[in-house]
């Protein structure tokens, strides 16, 4: 019997982030927060002066990763680099480089390194469509762009970095746009996937929601 995973899948600052680490801390497995990896891409290329289109030489820092996690931290080499892949241009050199099909093949084998007993929550674009299509469970985890700006703005102050609601909804958009129309391992909502949408839904409703369809489906 495979690993299980959940995968859930959404677009940017929908929460799925939270609902991965409560869920897989309520079951005692793993957790896969695969955009940090997208992440640490861009904030390890435009540290070594490379441009964020260049196929090749951001594929060759995502094979090679010099990243850590330790304690809830990333390292990137020394540094601390867990408040700096969280700043709005992280964000988006993010998904500039999520679009690369030979960034995204560099880090498929690292995903699916996580898989380990006794179960694996995924959380990204991409967990159930490409990295685990066999997950037993797949959700699709949304809101609208309003609420999703909005706790965003909320995390960002909490951070204590600069925050302005406008260019986080701007930014939003265009990420999502984005990511939806990419070629590569487009956000979808696949047709086995569940539709959870949490606009008008907490944090622990939503976790409440996933633990149900495991204990339904276990
Ligand atoms: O989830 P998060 O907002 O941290 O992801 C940052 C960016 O990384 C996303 O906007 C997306 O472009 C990319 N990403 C991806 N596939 C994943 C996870 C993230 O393309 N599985």
Known sequence: RPVPVIAIDGPSASGKGTVAERVAAALGW?????????RIVALAATRAGVALDDEAGVAAIAASLPARFE????????????????SEACSVGASKVAVLPAVREALLG????????????????DMGSVIFPDAQIKIFLTATAEARAGRRYKQLMEKGLPANMQSLLDDLRERDARDAARPVAPLVK???????????????????????LVRDRG
């Open 30 to 38: 793993k957790v896969l927060d695969s955009g940090s990896l997208y």
């Open 71 to 86: 304690d809830g931290k990333v390292l990137l080499g020394g540094d601390d680099i867990s408040t700096d892949i969280r």
């Open 110 to 125: 690292r995903q699916r390194d996580y898989r380990v007993a006794p179960g694996l929550v995924g959380d990204g674009r």
């Open 190 to 212: 696949l047709p086995d996937a569940v539709l959870l949408d949490t606009t008008e839904l907490d944090v622990e409703g939503a976790v409440a929601f996933v633990l149900d």
